[in-house]
């Protein structure tokens, strides 16, 4: 594997997708009441199981992230950084598989999903995905 390919499989892509390359169910990683906190790294760091279930028979080729935000107000505010809402400035993270992932319609991919801030960048973060017998490192900066 040549070095631009290794990195195009550990650099998260920030794309917008169309809904239709949605094959999943959803999978909530973490939820962060701003309200009732401040901002730690305990809110960066962290570790979190997944189980996705395939919609259709298909081939996975990557996983997506994207983010809810949910402001509880007297006239109360959403939105969604999901393919399948309104596309925003800030788009989906794009976690490319090394090797597809085959998948029959019902069948779950369970894994888990770790991610740390980086130690020489407080902005930048290292995301670890383990599903089956892979795991698989990336980095957002």
Same mark, same amino acid.
């Given at each position: 594997?040549?070095?631009?390919?290794?990195?195009?499989?550990?650099?998260?892509?920030?794309?917008?997708?169309?809904?239709?390359?949605?094959?999943?169910?959803?999978?909530? #990683?973490? %939820?962060?009441?701003?309200? +009732?906190?401040?901002?730690? *790294?305990?809110?960066?760091?962290?570790?979190? &199981?997944?189980? $996705?279930?395939?919609?259709?028979?298909?081939?996975?080729?990557?996983?997506?992230?994207?983010?809810?935000?949910?402001?509880? #107000?007297? %006239?109360?505010?959403?939105? +969604?950084?999901?393919?399948? *809402?309104?596309?925003?400035?800030?788009?989906? &993270?794009?976690? $490319?598989?090394?090797?597809?992932?085959?998948?029959?319609?019902?069948?779950?991919?369970?894994?888990?999903?770790?991610?740390?801030?980086?130690?020489?960048?407080?902005? +930048?973060?290292?995301?670890?995905?383990?599903?089956?017998?892979?795991?698989?490192?990336?980095? $957002?900066?």
């Amino acid at each position: 594997m040549s070095v631009m390919t290794r990195l195009i499989y550990s650099d998260v892509q920030i794309l917008t997708l169309p809904p239709d390359t949605i094959v999943t169910s959803s999978s909530t #990683l973490t %939820s962060i009441d701003l309200n +009732s906190r401040t901002t730690t *790294s305990s809110c960066v760091n962290f570790s979190s &199981s997944f189980c $996705l279930e395939a919609r259709q028979d298909t081939r996975l080729n990557c996983l997506v992230g994207y983010f809810d935000t949910y402001f509880d #107000l007297p %006239s109360p505010v959403e939105f +969604s950084t999901s393919p399948i *809402s309104t596309p925003t400035h800030w788009k989906q &993270s794009i976690f $490319l598989l090394k090797t597809p992932i085959t998948l029959s319609k019902g069948e779950k991919l369970e894994g888990t999903l770790t991610c740390e801030r980086m130690d020489n960048d407080s902005r +930048s973060l290292n995301i670890t995905i383990s599903f089956r017998e892979t795991t698989q490192v990336y980095q $957002l900066q």
